[in-house]
């Protein structure tokens, strides 16, 4: 979130520099210093911000130097709940997290719950127009190319089955697809819950195309995807 951004937000709510600062908790000058560049909005403030000025969620700042993550799947669950996920909204949602944010962490998951693992497709879906710079390279640099790339792929699978080929979610994720493509790991993963040598060996004889160009082990197919 920049500065236009902000002020755009600000002014279609009908709200004054005054009536943000107090809710930011800091002076009128400085939310005019924000809105003209001069002053940087912190993730901090930006958060705050697009809590209350109801912004999408990738408006909010993905961490620049986020952790090695190892989670909960009630956790993952919550996250998904605060971007709106139909499966999860019977639970209380925490604060709202960058879509791409809430992918990473749940790709580094060894073991994914089924229930998560069906709900990513969904936020490639509904927020293509999430920090996709970031998530590449946090992908890149976290070996987790191969399992997104097959979420990519599952998700344009899902656009090509509705016939929305020609709309800008289909070309915003057809060109991550083949960025990803480009760094393609030559190791094989699993996405999902755990599998057995006997159950490993199955899926490979079962799994779909996308899933063994991207040498992923999981049976997940558009049809499987109850809420994309």
């Known amino acids: ?49 697009a809590r209350f000025l109801n912004l999408r969620p990738t408006a909010v700042p993905c961490d ?3 952790r090695n993550c190892r989670t909960t799947t009630d956790s993952l669950a919550k996250r998904l709940s605060a971007l709106g996920y139909p499966g999860f909204t019977y639970l209380r949602a925490g604060w709202t997290r960058n879509p791409s944010e809430v992918l990473v962490e749940a790709l580094q998951q060894d073991e994914l719950d089924s229930r998560v693992a069906e709900a990513l497709p969904w936020v490639l879906l509904n927020y293509p127009d999430l920090d996709r710079d970031w998530l590449v390279r946090e992908a890149r640099l976290r070996g987790l190319t191969n399992r997104l790339g097959f979420l990519v792929s599952l998700a344009l699978r899902v656009l090509e089955q509705r016939g ?22 030559d190791v094989e993963s699993s996405f999902g819950p755990r599998l057995s040598t006997a159950q490993q060996e199955w899926v490979r004889q079962n799994r ?14 558009p049809e499987h995807l109850q809420y994309a």
């Open 64 to 66: 620049q130097k986020p």
């Open 164 to 185: 929305d080929k020609d709309s800008v979610a289909y070309r915003t994720l057809r060109e991550l697809e083949q960025l990803l493509s480009q760094s393609r790991l």
């Open 1 to 49: 979130m920049n500065g236009h951004v902000f002020k755009e937000a600000r002014c279609e709510r009908g709200l004054t520099q005054r009536e943000v600062a107090a809710r930011l908790g800091v002076s009128q000058s400085y939310v005019a210093l924000l809105e003209r560049g001069k002053r940087p909005l912190t993730p901090s403030l930006a958060r705050k911000a």
């Open 208 to 221: 779909s195309e996308e899933a063994k160009r991207w040498h992923v082990l999981t049976t997940w197919r």
